[in-house]
Nanobody
C-alpha cells in the first residue's frame, strides 16, 4: 500500500513562490518514481515534474522548466515541489503521484496512467 498526502498549497500573486510537500508512506520500501501533476478547471491532468527515488534523476514539463524544482528527502519519505515565478496559468490542483515499480524511461513520460497511487491534491491559486 502507498499513501500520499500533499500540503503547502495556497494563494499567491503573480511572481510569487510556493513549496508543496508530499508525505509518502509505503510498507514495502521506496517507490521508484515520484511525480507532481496538476489539473486546472476544465482541463486534463498534466504532468509537472518527476524524480527517480534512488538515482535522484529529475525531469520537468517544458512549461515549468527553470521555474519549478522537484526534490526529495528520502529519510523523511517526502517529495517537494518548489515553485517560483508563478503565473495565473499555474492555478490548479496539484497532485502527488507514485509509480512504485515503473522504469524511469516510462515515468519520464509523465502520463497519469503510469502512476498507480495518488494523493488528494492541494489547491494552488495565482492571481494577477
Amino acid at each position: 500500500q502507498v499513501r500520499l498526502e500533499e500540503s503547502g498549497g495556497g494563494s499567491v500573486q503573480t511572481g510569487g513562490s510556493l513549496r508543496l510537500s508530499c508525505v509518502h508512506s509505503r510498507t514495502a520500501g521506496v517507490s521508484n518514481c515520484m511525480a507532481w501533476f496538476r489539473q486546472a478547471p476544465g482541463k486534463e491532468r498534466e504532468g509537472v515534474a518527476v524524480i527517480h527515488s534512488n538515482r535522484g534523476a529529475t525531469y520537468y514539463a517544458d512549461f515549468v522548466k527553470g521555474r519549478f524544482t522537484i526534490s526529495q528527502d528520502k529519510s523523511a519519505g517526502k517529495v517537494y515541489l518548489e515553485m517560483t515565478s508563478l503565473e495565473p496559468e499555474d492555478t490548479a490542483i496539484y497532485y502527488c503521484a507514485a509509480a512504485p515499480s515503473t522504469a524511469w524511461g516510462t515515468c519520464r513520460d509523465l502520463r497519469s496512467v503510469v502512476y498507480n497511487y495518488w494523493g488528494q491534491g492541494t489547491q494552488v491559486t495565482v492571481s494577477s
